[in-house]
């Protein structure tokens, strides 16, 4: 899960109008869903790894926060991302006292702080993974809730290993 929210917050560095939605470990890597405004190229990748490469080395601490539903939707609709809000109400539906936790990437205070909804757990840093162990691999489109009335979004695939001679 770690490089996929390093991921995250690499493509809203890179495009500042992204909305993040999903992205979890699947059986051969990860992916991330993003509602963007222009499509993503495999230069766009090339670009975003590079970015996923600069946040690595930064060693970021990744820093488990609980909070109540209350707050964490009060931060949800202060950063205008309406996808994450409705996974929030998505886990109170079907839990009401659900613990919500958020990770952040980096101390809040630290100019590349970034955070997303997730139960976890995470390695202790972004440093902790190596810069030359993951890959991204494609772009691919996908509903959102695997549902074709809602938005098409642009999904990246990716793949993380221990080491490079894994990869």
Known sequence: MQCAHIMAMAVQRLHKDAQVTIGPWIDRGFYYDFDLAT????????????????????????????????????????????????????????????????????????????????AGPHVASTGAIQPDAFELETVAGAYWRGDEKNAMLQRIYGTAWESAEQL
Request: with cysteine; aromatic share 6%; glycine share 2%.
């Open 39 to 118: 499509p993503l190229s495999d230069k766009d990748l090339k670009a975003i790894r590079k970015e996923m490469q600069k946040i690595m080395r930064l060693n970021l601490p990744f820093i488990r926060e609980e909070l109540s539903a209350e707050e964490a939707e009060a931060r949800i609709r202060a950063a205008n991302e309406p996808y994450k809000l409705e996974i929030l109400q998505s886990i109170t539906a079907r839990d009401p006292a659900a613990p919500i936790t958020i990770y952040h990437i980096g101390e809040a205070d630290h100019p590349s702080h970034w955070w997303d909804l997730c």
